[in-house]
């Protein structure tokens, strides 16, 4: 493992941005817009753990993909937006495991789609899948109207990818070089049997298309119960700037989410073109407490019950089930700061890290990952004879969904019986965080995967979501399947409540990928007397199972729109565009729009 030098350190401090904004108070409040805008079947709600957003058709609006693999297109219907599934996609069936996200890989204006088997090629009576169909990972050109494969169905092979058991993946510039690349996070190589796990992925596009592998440092390590140097379990990667300055020609990092209460990682590119894992130095590898103590009362109980007989855990196994991330600026002080989503027990003990919100603060030594007072999101009973329960917070997302010029937190938690929900943390005025799930108009037990859009482009961000009853009783059960939900933001209908929504459109032929995935965006405002800066980034498909959402950023802003908007594009060169005078609404930006 290689510690960062002292120089690219210093390079990383960046100087707090202005945040001062106080406008009156509004409730977070939704509704359930399921079954008006057709997303449901001729026999009741359509049942799917898993949902993504994507503008598949080019015309400014985002569909939604359930099930990894039905295509529900966005339309206009008599009385507001609608959605109208494709019947014949092209889209592959998919097994158990396997990962589809959206993006444009050759920059064509179409979103493709990018398949990753998850392929347990160890386990007793492994099955391949069948010929003909994509055998790991593989892509099919979007024929932009929902479609994909050239002919129909037509797909590229990726053969220079690991196959194993992938849990997530990716996308995003990693090089600058105008092509997206993709990431995949590998999972154990024999679950169950052995701690040991493939290393993952980094997956470079060419300029002739094809696709080249590139080793990580941990590439061919042995595992190693001290150090942990091999590959570690992935249930997420996120291709994202997480100590990116915000200013022009900054390379994403890769942010690492690993399972088994190991530590996470994330890989950072150095002067020397290598990969480098800076997570230990900045504090996003795991919290401090790394004891591995179980709690005295379940020790106590395997005197009589030998089920409950554990060892205590060695520091590598004394960290999180980390499973999903989001990046943002939440204290707004013009540095992004991370959500971290994780499964906890009770029985795990207190060094089993809880899901959290770290705020970057920059020092001498460089920067580093705190947790804040007001910022938690731990629900562990304070009762303390509430002994058996868990949080299993499997994604998580960041979004001003009041249109208060402040980031709030949405976590969905899933898979257990005990009150496993979707749930959204409000900002104060001071910066602490408030649960307001039970009065948000939210009630989505089972939470799965999350996507984040606006579906009617109103300006404010909309939230769809799956649902899992997985480990829950036949009495939670009864009566009822698992169904997806799109919930509608009604922030936008408030009338002191202003946005931009900004769409951005990468110029290839100046080295650029046409969904400008990883470009920065900063804007000025004035909100109720308060001028602020906010900042943002476009991030593709990522964290757990390839979590994805809408790729447009929508800003708080005064009635009269933002001062300025500076758009630092992912480019080699450092392309820059300043916009001065914006109004509120919905604007499509590329690199020619300054005017």
Same mark, same amino acid.
């Given at each position: 493992?290689?510690?960062?030098?002292?120089?690219?350190?210093?390079?990383?401090?960046?100087?707090?941005?202005?945040?001062?904004?106080t406008p009156a108070a509004a409730q977070i409040r939704f509704a359930d817009a399921t079954a008006r805008v057709g997303l449901e079947d001729a026999d009741g709600p359509i049942s799917a753990a898993h949902i993504c957003a994507a503008d598949l058709d080019g015309d400014g609006f985002d569909d939604l993909v359930v099930g990894r693999s039905r295509v529900f297109l966005n339309r206009a219907g008599d009385s507001g937006r609608v959605f109208a599934e494709v019947e014949s996609t092209g889209l592959p069936e998919t097994r158990r495991g396997d990962i589809i996200v959206f993006g444009d890989v050759d920059n064509d204006g179409h979103a493709d789609a990018v398949l990753a088997?998850?392929?347990?090629?160890?386990?007793?009576?492994?099955?391949?899948?069948?010929?003909?169909?994509?055998q790991a990972l593989a892509w099919l050109a979007g024929n932009g109207d929902g479609t994909f494969g050239q002919p129909l169905g037509a797909f590229t092979p990726i053969n220079t990818a690991t196959p194993g058991t992938t849990a997530a993946v990716s996308?995003?510039?990693?090089?600058?070089?105008?092509?997206?690349?993709?990431?995949?996070?590998?999972?154990?190589?024999?679950?169950?049997?052995?701690?040991?796990?493939?290393?993952?992925?980094?997956?470079?596009?060419?300029?002739?298309?094809?696709?080249?592998?590139?080793?990580?440092?941990?590439?061919?390590?042995?595992?190693?119960?001290?150090?942990?140097?091999?590959?570690r379990p992935t249930y997420g990667v996120l291709v994202a700037h997480v100590l990116s300055s915000v200013v022009p020609g900054q390379h994403p990092q890769i942010l690492e989410l690993n399972y088994g209460r190991r530590w996470n990682r994330l890989w950072m590119l150095g002067d020397d073109g290598e990969w480098f894992d800076t997570a230990p130095d900045v504090k996003l590898d795991g919290d401090a407490i790394r004891h591995g103590r179980h709690p005295d009362w379940l020790k106590e109980r395997a005197k009589t019950d030998p089920r409950f007989d554990r060892d205590d855990e060695k520091p590598f196994r004394a960290n999180g089930n980390s499973f999903d991330a989001?990046?943002?600026? #939440?204290?707004? @002080? *013009?540095?992004?700061?991370? !959500?971290?989503? &994780?499964?906890?027990?009770?029985?795990?003990?207190?060094?089993?890290?809880?899901?959290?919100?770290? #705020?970057?603060? @920059? *020092?001498?030594?460089?920067? !580093?990952?705190? &947790?804040?007072?007001?910022?938690?999101?731990?629900?562990?009973?304070?009762?303390?004879?509430?002994?058996?329960?868990?949080? *299993?917070?499997?994604?998580?997302?960041?979004?001003?969904?009041?249109l208060d010029g402040r980031i709030d937190v949405l976590v969905c938690s899933s898979d257990y019986p005990d009150n496993q929900r979707l749930r959204i943390w409000r900002q104060q005025a001071d910066g602490s965080l408030i649960d307001v799930a039970s009065w948000s108009g939210i009630d989505h037990i089972g939470a799965g995967q999350l996507a984040l859009l606006d579906f009617d482009n109103d300006g404010d961000l909309d939230i769809a979501a799956g649902q899992s009853f997985t480990r829950l009783n036949a009495a939670q059960r009864a009566g009822r399947k698992p169904r997806i939900r799109l919930f509608e933001n009604r922030a936008a209908g408030t009338a002191d409540r202003h946005s931009i929504v900004l769409r951005l459109e990468g110029a290839p032929a100046l080295g650029m990928n046409r969904d400008a995935l990883?470009?920065?965006?900063?804007?000025?405002?004035?909100?109720?007397?308060?001028?602020?800066?906010?900042?943002?980034?476009?991030?593709?498909?990522?964290?757990?199972?390839?979590?994805?959402?809408?790729?447009?950023?929508?800003?708080?802003?005064?009635?009269?729109g933002a001062e300025e908007v500076e758009v630092f594009w992912p480019d080699a060169r450092g392309t820059t565009t300043r916009l001065g005078d914006v109004a509120p609404g919905s604007h499509t930006i590329s690199p020619d729009s300054a005017r």
């Open positions: 493992m290689r510690t960062p030098p002292p120089k690219t350190t210093r390079r990383l401090i960046l100087a707090a941005g202005l945040f001062a904004c088997r998850s392929l347990d090629v160890n386990a007793d009576g492994y099955e391949p899948p069948a010929d003909g169909e994509p996308l995003g510039d990693l090089d600058l070089d105008g092509r997206l690349d993709i990431v995949l996070g590998q999972w154990y190589t024999r679950y169950g049997q052995s701690l040991e796990s493939y290393a993952n992925d980094v997956v470079l596009q060419q300029a002739d298309g094809t696709f080249e592998r590139m080793a990580l440092p941990v590439d061919g390590v042995e595992f190693n119960d001290e150090a942990d140097a091999g590959g989001a990046v943002g600026d #939440v204290d707004g @002080d *013009g540095r992004f700061d991370v !959500l971290l989503t &994780e499964i906890t027990h009770g029985w795990a003990g207190e060094s089993s890290d809880p899901s959290r919100v770290l #705020v970057r603060e @920059d *020092g001498f030594a460089g920067p !580093l990952f705190i &947790e804040r007072d007001g910022l938690s999101l731990d629900r562990a009973p304070q009762d303390p004879s509430v002994r058996s329960w868990n949080q *299993g917070d499997i994604y998580g997302g960041l979004g001003d969904f009041d990883g470009a920065m965006v900063r804007v000025t405002t004035t909100i109720d007397g308060e001028r602020i800066t906010r900042i943002a980034q476009v991030i593709g498909p990522g964290g757990h199972q390839g979590k994805q959402g809408s790729l447009a950023l929508a800003f708080a802003v005064g009635a009269d």
